[in-house]
């Protein structure tokens, strides 16, 4: 049987172990002689090659088709997390943005948030931006849908008692200008006419007032 230089403790052997690489000639559990080299299974044969081929996977210095379980492929490289911190994972990879239906939980994408956290701006948080509303369990620009209205920045299907209702917001008292009828703020009268009765229409307004000045 001829010797095809592989070594292992001195003895010549036809190839190395299943669980070692042909390091150049040497059985090895690691490419060490070229220490930039990776082991790639060529033809049931760890080889001691320059790279990886796509989509293949480096995991403890050898090639793999995956990542194993507990590890992110990291451009290529299995990580136990993506080592970029402006990157998140996404289905096993490190990606710069989760997708559009994801968020970003800690690093990860997932289709919710922890207890008590609210998906803000793409990522989980405590707490929604100062210029955003919480509807539920997002933040968002505006309320509307079932949940129109807004008290004290969160999105509420109506305001109750004793607040009023002000457009589309939740107030303690009416803003300058405005009057309360029942529970909403509404438009007060237009100088230099006077609020008869709560009468809304402009020109019913002005004729009850100069009929009352004829009165007098």
């Not at 609210?118 to 849908?145: I, P, Y």
Request: hydrophobic share 25%; glycine share 6%.
């Amino acid at each position: 049987v001829r010797c095809v230089q592989e070594t292992d403790n001195g003895q010549c052997k036809l190839q190395c172990p299943e669980d070692q690489v042909n390091d150049n000639g040497l059985c090895r559990y690691q490419c060490k002689l070229i220490p930039t080299q990776v082991a790639r299974q060529i033809d049931g044969k760890w080889i001691c090659v320059n790279a990886c081929v796509n989509p293949e996977v480096l995991f403890e210095g050898r090639c793999q088709q995956k990542c194993p379980v507990g590890t992110v492929d990291d451009h290529f490289v299995c990580n136990p997390r993506c080592t970029k911190p402006e990157e998140v994972e996404e289905n096993g990879k490190c990606i710069t943005q989760c997708s559009v239906e994801l968020v970003n939980n800690d690093g990860k994408c997932t289709s919710t948030c922890d207890a008590g956290e609210v998906k803000n701006r793409g990522k989980c948080a405590t707490q929604c931006d100062s210029d955003l509303f919480k509807n539920k369990d997002e933040c968002v620009d505006v309320c509307s849908g079932e949940n129109p209205f807004h008290n004290d920045r969160v999105c509420v299907p109506k305001c109750l008692s004793p607040r009023l209702t002000e457009g589309n917001r939740c107030v303690d008292k009416c803003s300058e200008g405005n009057v309360q009828e029942g529970d909403q703020c509404k438009k007060g009268c237009d100088e230099p006419f006077v609020n008869v009765l709560g009468l809304k229409n402009k020109k019913v307004r002005n004729q009850r007032y100069k009929l009352s000045l004829i009165h007098i």
